[in-house]
């Protein structure tokens, strides 16, 4: 075989070289499109799984907080057993609201306003679930140095509440620290 014309052979090495670049740019492409939607699927992978394992932990507690706290009238001490349950209540809340507000760059942020928040919100209407809450954020629980963090939370959604319904608290309507 013999080679006549070697500008043809050099622009033969030319294209192939062209070709080779373009299949790589190609095969790059694709390699990026299926690594965001591989991403895209592990994050909600994790949210689900955050979800579901807080929710799980909630149904738990909540099944372990006698009915009668959640009576207007009932007078909660802390000698109770009820007392304990209701903390561990509100050691979840806390929970809920760190793990989706703060691990993860906060990318969870919307399990706390749209599903998280809102529940506990309705905690706040009830003066016993309050008053251990209270308690709490006096000073007696850090919540791992996050407590003034998390009262500022509690806070805004004691605000959202109608004044009718909420239950009495000193700390949640006081929005200075203590």
Do not use: C
């Amino acid at each position: 075989m013999s080679i006549e014309d070697p500008t043809i052979a050099i622009n033969q090495v030319y294209n192939v070289k062209n070709l080779l670049t373009l299949i790589s740019i190609i095969v790059l492409t694709f390699s990026v499109i299926f690594s965001k939607a591989s991403a895209r699927h592990a994050e909600e992978s994790q949210r689900t799984q955050l979800f579901l394992s807080l929710r799980d932990r909630y149904l738990k507690i909540r099944l372990s907080i006698p009915s009668s706290v959640y009576k207007k009238n009932y007078v909660i001490n802390y000698s109770d057993d009820s007392w304990l349950h209701v903390e561990q209540y509100w050691y979840n809340a806390f929970d809920e609201w760190y793990a989706t507000s703060n691990l993860n760059g906060g990318k969870f942020k919307d399990l706390w306003f749209d599903y998280f928040g809102p529940a506990i919100k309705f905690s706040l209407k009830y003066p016993a679930m309050v008053k251990v809450l209270d308690s709490m954020l006096e000073g007696r629980v850090s919540f791992g140095g996050q407590r003034e963090n998390f009262k500022s939370a509690l806070q805004a959604l004691y605000k959202e509440l109608d004044e009718n319904l909420r239950a009495d608290s000193a700390i949640l309507t006081n929005a200075r620290s203590r």
